[in-house]
């Protein structure tokens, strides 16, 4: 056989090879899902914030690519406190308020990865014993408008990768890659008083490569995501001190380009690149509910909101469970209202 042939079939079984040869994590987005929905669009005020979230997500049931359900082994659930720091300056540019933001290590617990190195009979048992302290998100970028019937923000996200990961572990909390987030966000009031909103916000993430086992890297497709909600505000005061506000959220998570990478090729001609993921696209949808309670004279708030994943293809599906709360100290103070 020609030295050439020798070469392109030995090129094309390793591709094979790698195809075949079963993913241990399932590649996740970073964005988890559940973070948003009602007042998506509203940039906090000028001056310092800091929201505490946390976010729980878990799930007994693993469903394939056609959307029904495949037999697993164990539960799979991830714990994530993110403490979230705002600084908005009191400036105006084209017409917005410019914030920065900074997550820093989120504590996470349970691995950021499901085992399903048996795609038949996944393990999402498997992933529960990592713990510790998760990547970095900064975000360098937001610019918000405030209108008469709109908020809208756009911004840019960077998810650094800090936290623990090390190919095939099962106590990963780091993702492992560098993934740029662009984002969008409105909130839409439909009645004059600021009553009723519609919301929705869109995260696009692009990832970089990560290390594989066996000096493989591999770079996870690109994802998209959207949050929205339909909310109502309450007075629990005539004086309107007190406010309830409720409403109906959801989220959707798609799976849009392939996944890629590398692995070694003994041929003195490089790296031999791999095609898209053997694996179908995941997709996962959900519907929940969301509760707030505000103090608007004291910018401060409480959260507490819970999604049902309806549907899911070749993604875990579960709940995700999401608490905590906000507070803004304003620069410069607000004067108070006149009596």
Not at 50 to 78: C, H, K, L, Q, R
Request: proline share 8%.
């Amino acid at each position: 056989m020609p030295s050439r042939i020798k070469a392109a079939s030995l090129i094309l079984a390793l591709v094979l090879l790698a195809c075949a040869t079963p993913s241990r994590g399932q590649f996740k987005p970073q964005w988890l899902p559940g973070q948003v929905g009602l007042n998506a669009g509203i940039l906090p005020s000028p001056g310092f914030s800091f929201i505490n979230m946390d976010v729980n997500y878990d799930a007994g049931t693993f469903n394939g690519p056609s959307g029904n359900a495949v037999p697993v082994t164990g539960t799979y659930s991830v714990w994530a406190v993110e403490n979230i720091f705002y600084f908005v300056p009191d400036t105006k540019v084209l017409g917005g308020n410019l914030g920065f933001m900074i997550m820093p290590t989120t504590y996470a617990s349970g691995s950021l990865d499901a085992d399903i190195s048996n795609p038949a009979a996944p393990n999402l048992g498997a992933s529960a014993g990592g713990s510790g302290l998760a990547d970095i998100w900064i975000q360098p970028f937001t610019l918000g408008w405030h209108l008469k019937r709109f908020d809208i923000l756009v911004a840019d996200g960077v998810m650094v990768p800090t936290g623990r990961y090390a190919p095939g572990a099962t106590n990963n909390v780091g993702t492992g890659y560098v993934g740029n987030h662009v984002q969008w966000a409105t909130t839409y009031y439909v009645t004059k008083n600021r009553g009723t909103s519609l919301n929705l916000f869109t995260d696009w993430e692009r990832h970089g490569s990560r290390a594989g086992a066996d000096s493989t890297a591999k770079t996870p497709g690109q994802a998209f995501t959207d949050e929205w909600g339909i909310g109502q505000i309450l007075p629990l005061k005539k004086d309107f001190s007190k406010l309830l506000q409720f409403g109906v959220i959801g989220y959707d998570q798609w799976q849009v380009s392939g996944n890629g990478g590398t692995i070694p090729n003994p041929l003195p001609i490089g790296p031999t690149v791999l095609p898209a993921s053997a694996l179908p696209y995941y997709s996962v949808h959900a519907i929940g509910g969301q509760l707030n309670y505000i103090l608007p004279a004291k910018n401060f708030s409480l959260f507490f909101k819970f999604e049902h994943q309806y549907r899911a293809f070749s993604s875990t599906l579960g709940n995700t469970t999401v608490f905590g709360g906000a507070w803004t100290l304003r620069i410069p103070k607000p004067a108070p209202p006149k009596s």
